[in-house]
């Protein structure tokens, strides 16, 4: 039985071995572009929003400014790290679907159903991405509210976390299926169907991407680590239509 990490350290030792590592340069060089532009505008920015949010709090609940400044940090970064992934994917989604397709020729030794030209997979995955996009952002916006709702806000953290592992799922074993004319509907049918190896994936990946400079180069190791849990657990599944 493939696990969650076994097939992401496989898929890292994938991409990086001969025959694929050529197919890394260009996801890695945008992540690398999008990480340093988003830090130096953190941090140049970070004193004057810290500033307006408290200049937001009443002056007879100046005494909680011990609790008030960390959430605002917790959210802050909450934020970047949700920008940061979904701007990156959104940039990098054709190539890392082009990545994960190679993957797959080489892991399985057939290629995917997609018989659509370069210029048109491109452009796919960009529209693919905007419809995740339209899926994970309401989401997380009712999460974001929800973790400022007195005595709710106790749940937000487990929340959060399944949340983001879930979100994680959803773009990395994206790619493979979006190659095999999957459905974005089908492939949410198909993870729920297999929930445990989902959100051990989802979770996993999610770790990944909180390692800072090293989870630019690790992510292309999870679209290949994508590519051998969708040809383990998720391939045979029957597509169902929608009720």
Request: net charge positive.
């Amino acid at each position: 039985m493939l696990d969650a990490f076994t097939a992401l350290t496989r898929g890292t030792r994938l991409v990086y071995g001969r025959g694929l590592r050529r197919y890394v340069y260009a996801p890695i060089a945008v992540n690398l572009t999008v990480y340093s532009a988003m830090l130096y505008y953190v941090v140049s920015h970070f004193g004057g929003w810290l500033e307006s949010w408290m200049a937001l709090v009443p002056a007879w609940l100046g005494w909680l400014e011990w609790l008030i400044w960390p959430l605002f940090v917790v959210s802050l970064v909450l934020i970047v790290f949700f920008t940061f992934t979904l701007v990156t994917h959104l940039i990098a989604a054709p190539f890392y679907g082009f990545l994960a397709a190679k993957v797959e020729v080489q892991a399985t030794g057939r290629p995917p159903l997609d018989d659509r030209g370069l210029a048109r997979t491109a452009v796919d995955a960009l529209g693919r991405e905007l419809v995740k996009l339209g899926y994970i952002l309401p989401r997380a916006l009712a999460l974001f509210i929800l973790s400022w709702v007195p005595a709710l806000n106790v749940a937000a953290p487990f929340l959060w976390a399944l949340f983001s592992a879930w979100m994680m799922a959803i773009t990395y074993l994206d790619y493979p299926m979006d190659n095999n004319k999957v459905s974005f509907a089908d492939m949410r049918r198909r993870l729920a169907s297999r929930s445990w190896q989902t959100l051990t994936f989802g979770g996993w990946v999610t770790l990944i991407t909180w390692i800072p400079l090293a989870n630019l180069f690790l992510l292309p190791g999870a679209v290949a680590g994508a590519v051998l849990m969708w040809d383990r657990h998720y391939r045979g599944e029957r597509d169902v239509a929608p009720t």
